[in-house]
């Protein structure tokens, strides 16, 4: 059977830049195994299978894997495929600016989107909060396995972490931009999904940070975006960050060091004194479209 896919960039709003996803179109008769054979063959960080919904009420049901495991939730497939899904609608007539549902294994994804032209600007609320997940390894072996030193881990009151959102990551602060450009790609056996590094970003105002996420248990060297760490890294926030009552907008720049810069948009909500929502927010434009015959 042919089935339609179509390839986007996601968290950038220019081709051959950000985290490059696959999306298949008209997937319902597929079963698992053979999702997990298409994504090996796309061999990206995420493709994401497009089902019709459960309840009609949504757009449309998503099923998302790497090439080594299906995932309940991920960021940048939620971003992208939201795009693509806002632009056909555009093609049938609709409103450029749509919100609808996206159903995931973690819940309902609730999507507010801009598009036209081929690209667009997504936005989507969590289902879930980010969870604290215990004690990460020790900074020491956190440093050795990612070829830094024990004095590169840490900055502030940011110490190593761990929280989640559906996958898991531990979160490693380092001192620098210089510090964090230096690190490898490491594996300190932590039972994550990935390993989130990052480092404050003085070159504007607000909070802003600079990361790199590592995921050898999936099959991925180095992602260049990754939108389910930044929901996840709303809880580091809470954790180390003194957040008073309000909106707050965090800039993420991710992907710079593999030459594929990704801007992610997270809003972080605090209502006496606990966050109370996530959000999390960029562009996508479309790169190439196709068909499998599978």
């Known amino acids: 059977m042919a089935r339609r896919f179509v390839t986007l960039d996601v968290f950038t709003d220019r081709p051959l830049a950000g985290n490059p996803l696959a999306v298949v179109l008209d997937a319902d008769g597929l079963n698992g195994p053979a999702m997990q054979g298409i994504a090996r063959e796309f061999n990206l960080s995420e493709t994401v299978f497009v089902c019709a919904p459960t309840d009609s009420r949504h757009r449309a049901r998503l099923r998302i894997f790497t090439p080594a495991r299906e995932l309940p939730f991920a ?68 440093a050795s396995a990612f070829g830094l030193t024990a004095s590169d881990i840490g900055f502030g009151r940011h110490r190593p972490s761990r929280h989640g959102v559906g996958p898991t990551f531990t979160f490693v602060p380092v001192t620098s931009r210089e510090r964090l450009d230096a690190a490898r790609t490491g594996d300190p056996g932590a039972g994550s999904d990935g390993f ?94 196709g068909v499998l015959h599978v």
């Open 75 to 142: 960021g940048h497939p939620t971003i992208g495929t939201a795009v693509l899904l806002a632009l056909r609608d555009a093609h049938a007539g609709h409103a450029d600016a749509v919100a609808f549902g996206l159903e995931e294994a973690v819940g309902t994804v609730p999507c507010i989107v801009e598009a036209g032209d081929g690209w667009g600007r997504a936005r989507f609320r969590l289902p879930v909060l980010p969870e604290f997940l215990g004690s990460p390894p020790e900074a020491t072996a956190l």
């Open 196 to 289: 989130y590094l990052y480092a404050p970003d003085t070159e504007g105002p607000g909070l802003r940070f600079q990361a790199r996420m590592f995921a050898p248990h999936h099959g991925i060297a180095e992602d260049p975006a990754t939108g389910a760490a930044a929901a996840a890294f709303a809880g580091v926030l809470m954790q180390f960050e003194t957040m008073a009552d309000s909106t707050h907008d965090v800039a993420i720049t991710q992907g710079v060091a593999m030459g594929r810069p990704s801007e992610i948009a997270l809003r972080v909500t605090v209502e006496a004194g606990a966050l109370r929502s996530v959000e999390v927010g960029g562009a996508a434009v479309i790169v190439s479209e």
